[in-house]
C-alpha cells in the first residue's frame, strides 16, 4: 500500500489546483474563500488516510497478437476521515460544503489517474493502454468488484449493493501494454456516453438545452425534484 500521490495533495491548496475547480464547476469568485475553507479541512485527513494500491488482476485475457498485455487491479482511496468531515456537514445543513467537498474529491481523483499513468510509465517496462470499469463492460461484470477489494486490501469494501468504502474511492482493471502505439489518452476518451452526469464542459443550461442530466450536487443544493427512483430529473 503506498500513499496517495504526494505531488496531487501538495498541491491541493494551491491556487491552481483550486481555481481549476472553481471553473469546472462554476462557482464564483466570491466563493473561493468558502472552498478554501473546505479543502483546508480536508487536507490533514487525506495526508493520513489517503493511499492507493495496485495488484495481480484476477482478470485474465490471452496476449493480443503482436501485442502482449497484462491486466492489474487498482484502487484509490482518500480516507474514512472526508466521509466523516461530510456527514458532520450534512448533519449541520451545509448543502454547499457537502458539495464543494465532492467536487474537490472528484477533481482529485480524476488526477489520480494521470498519475498513475506516470507511475507504471517511470517504474515498469509497461504503459497503460485502457482503463476498464467494473458494471461498463460484459467481461467486467460488477461482481467481480468483492475479490477485487478482497485481493489489494482490507481497508476499502463493498456492501451486497456493490458500493464502496469510504466513498471516495476509485476501483479499476489497469490494461498494461508495451506496444508504443498505444497509450492511454484519459479515462474518458472513446467515452460515448453522453448523459453521463460527470460531463462538465459547459455550463447548467447548455446542458438543459442539449438535455443532458444535471449533477445531482445542483439538485441536493437547490432542492429540485427528484424522479421516483432518487435520480435528477430536468
Not at 94 to 117: D, T
Request: glycine content about 6%; hydrophobic content about 35%; overall charge neutral.
Amino acid at each position: 500500500m503506498a500513499a496517495f500521490f504526494s505531488d496531487l495533495l501538495d498541491d491541493f491548496l494551491k491556487d491552481h489546483f483550486l481555481r481549476r475547480v472553481l471553473q469546472k464547476f462554476h462557482y464564483r469568485e466570491t466563493q473561493w474563500k468558502e472552498l478554501y475553507g473546505v479543502a483546508e479541512k480536508m487536507l490533514p485527513l487525506m495526508q493520513k488516510e489517503a493511499f492507493w494500491e495496485r495488484g495481480k488482476s484476477c482478470f485474465t485475457e490471452p496476449s493480443k497478437e503482436h501485442s502482449p498485455v497484462k491486466y492489474e487491479d487498482v484502487v484509490m482511496s482518500l480516507g474514512n476521515g472526508l466521509d466523516d468531515l461530510q456527514e458532520n456537514y450534512n448533519k449541520k445543513g451545509l448543502l454547499s460544503e457537502i458539495y464543494m467537498l465532492q467536487n474537490l474529491a472528484s477533481e482529485l481523483l480524476m488526477l489520480g489517474y494521470s498519475s498513475y499513468n506516470q507511475y507504471i510509465s517511470k517504474n515498469m517496462d509497461w504503459h497503460v493502454a485502457k482503463y476498464h470499469f467494473l458494471g461498463s463492460e460484459k467481461e467486467f461484470p460488477l461482481e467481480m468488484l468483492p475479490k477485487l477489494l478482497r485481493r489489494l486490501t482490507p481497508k476499502i469494501t463493498c456492501n451486497e449493493a456493490f458500493c464502496i468504502l469510504p466513498k471516495k474511492t476509485v476501483a479499476f482493471v489497469g490494461e498494461l501494454t508495451q506496444d508504443e502505439e498505444i497509450h492511454c489518452e484519459g479515462i474518458c476518451a472513446g467515452c460515448q456516453s453522453k448523459n453521463c452526469p460527470n460531463w462538465v464542459s459547459e455550463d447548467f443550461q447548455s446542458r438543459k438545452d442539449k438535455k443532458l442530466p444535471a449533477h445531482y450536487g445542483y439538485y441536493r443544493i437547490f432542492r429540485k425534484p427528484l424522479k421516483k427512483d432518487g435520480s435528477p430529473a430536468l
